[in-house]
């Protein structure tokens, strides 16, 4: 028996020192990915200088070899035993159309369980994706869920008890994704936020926008000055959409529904601005809705903004308007060498194209044609699969909060 190479040794000793959990593979596993590019490269330096009997370069170009092959070994376990993350529902009514059935379809998650205050909707939603996740469970109700073995929850109970269940979720160990708003206030939002960060755990709230193909590349640009000193941004949603059977506004308003995710991609976008002032006029079938009714629900409002270098914002959302198309959304970042902007696509909610403007000339930087709401609920599970623990991003989350609480006259941020 040959005697074991230098290398082979170390590798050896080191598959097999009791480094077993996952989340220690994790830590060592893109190292050693970049080891195995390293030891290749040097492999291909090597030439050998004899052909009858191996030379010392022979020698450690079989050593690296094996160092190669027991590296790539080594590294597609570590990435075999990363399992999904399982996850609970709680509240399937919001989720159940493309969060729910994205994540179960994709195979990013396990979903295990689901629970909600109608338990038809429950069983009606487990039956639509037994397909993908022949295993899930309706149960009765969030505590049984929450005592269920889970690695994060979906939450899309009514506002009410959304951030006692976010809280209850983090004190259990679990990372959280929740439907906006999180809590009925941006103090109560910034104290579950607060939580998540003791506690240790991811929670994101469900801002689409900020997912659409392109948003990333416009932030970006922003930072690096392609359009130079951004000094204007002007947002709009408007929908055909937002009321029930009976023609009454949904509870939370259109400035909750839709214009918080308008808020969002501002703060996104333009990396978390000071807001310095904040004014807004909400009303309610063409009624003003003075201080008096901060929680009545409104269909139209119109607010104006100023953040960071006194950057003027303006914007303005509301459904059942009258716009002779679907839905008619748009963000535009305006510099001082150019135009950045988002918008919907002939009218449509599921078409988005983001370009970036230079005089009459405009590129596009990307967007989307298909179902692009259960994108940021993919992104968590998936920042989840990697690592559960807190994002520091999730710190604006009462930003936004604080301006949409602002804007309704409800409290100051």
Request: hydrophobic content about 40%; glycine content about 8%; charged content about 25%.
């Amino acid at each position: 028996m040959h005697a074991q190479s230098p290398c082979s040794a170390i590798v050896a000793h080191t598959l097999c020192s009791g480094h077993g959990t996952v989340q220690r593979r994790r830590e060592w596993i893109l190292p050693r990915q970049r080891a195995v590019k390293d030891a290749e490269n040097d492999i291909g330096r090597e030439t050998p200088r004899h052909i009858a009997a191996p030379s010392a370069s022979d020698t450690r170009q079989t050593a690296l070899s094996d160092l190669v092959l027991e590296l790539r070994r080594s590294a597609e376990h570590a990435m075999q035993t990363v399992r999904r993350p399982r996850l609970g529902f709680i509240g399937v009514e919001w989720s159940r159309s493309s969060r729910l059935r994205d994540l179960a379809a994709g195979g990013v998650a396990e979903i295990r369980s689901l629970t909600d205050d109608d338990p038809d909707i429950a069983r009606d939603a487990a039956s639509h994706i037994r397909n993908f996740a022949p295993n899930v469970r309706v149960l009765r109700g969030a505590d049984e869920l929450l005592a269920d073995p889970l690695d994060g929850v979906v939450i899309g109970s009514t506002i009410q008890h959304r951030a006692a269940l976010a809280s209850a979720a983090l004190d259990r160990g679990l990372a959280v994704f929740c439907q906006y708003p999180l809590a009925e206030s941006a103090r109560e939002t910034a104290a579950v936020i607060e939580r998540a960060h003791r506690r240790d755990r991811l929670i994101a709230v469900d801002f689409q926008l900020r997912q659409v193909p392109g948003v990333a590349e416009m932030a970006a640009l922003i930072r690096d000055g392609a359009v130079g000193d951004v000094f204007s941004v002007d947002m709009r949603w408007h929908s055909l959409f937002g009321a029930d059977a009976d023609g009454d506004v949904q509870p939370a308003g259109c400035l909750t529904e839709l214009g918080s995710h308008l808020v969002d991609l501002m703060v996104h976008v333009l990396d978390g601005p000071v807001v310095h002032a904040v004014s807004g006029r909400r009303y309610a079938s063409g009624r003003l809705l003075g201080a008096h009714s901060p929680r009545t629900s409104d269909d139209h409002t119109l607010a104006d903004l100023t953040v960071g270098n006194d950057i003027s914002v303006r914007l303005a959302c509301s459904w059942r308007a009258a716009i002779g198309q679907e839905a008619n959304v748009e963000a535009a970042f305006v510099g001082t060498r150019g135009t950045l902007r988002l918008r919907n696509v002939a009218g449509m909610l599921e078409a988005f194209r983001v370009e970036h403007c230079e005089g009459t000339r405009c590129r596009t930087l990307g967007g989307t044609r298909d179902a692009w709401s259960g994108r940021m609920a993919d992104a968590w599970a998936r920042q989840l699969a990697r690592d559960p623990r807190f994002d520091s991003s999730a710190a604006r989350i009462p930003l936004v909060a604080g301006i949409i609480d602002r804007i309704a006259g409800r409290e100051s941020a």
